[in-house]
């Protein structure tokens, strides 16, 4: 069993930056991908930024240029910095692990941009 735990969420203003991290504990288990997906209320859940296990980043096009994902194979931890934050940033973030038996979710954490 996998656990995905998020941390780093909060209120910033336009412009700020926040770093999102994403604990994964458990045995086990084979990272394929890891990845951040965002929702807001009314709207299907998005990715952001995925990281496979050779390295490889796919970034939704809003927030290329701005949003960095990143991980660290030691800790079994995922990273998104994200900076130049706007408005519509806002939602709750998610954390994924895609493994080979199944797909595992963090329980979210909430970005919030004031304008």
């Known amino acids: 069993q996998v656990q995905l735990v998020e941390s780093g969420g909060g209120l910033v203003q336009a412009g700020g930056s926040l770093r999102l991290s994403c604990a994964a504990s458990g045995s086990g288990f084979s990272i394929y991908i890891m990845g951040w997906y965002r929702q807001t209320p009314g709207k299907q859940r998005e990715l952001v930024a995925s990281i496979t296990s050779s390295g490889t980043l796919t970034y939704a096009d809003s927030v290329k240029g701005r949003f960095t994902i990143s991980r660290d194979n030691a800790e079994n931890t995922l990273y998104l910095q994200m900076n130049s934050l706007r408005p519509e940033d806002t939602a709750v973030y998610y954390c994924?692990?895609?493994?080979?038996?199944?797909?595992?979710w963090g329980q979210g954490t909430q970005v919030t941009v004031s304008s």
């Open positions: 994924k692990l895609v493994s080979r038996v199944r797909d595992y």
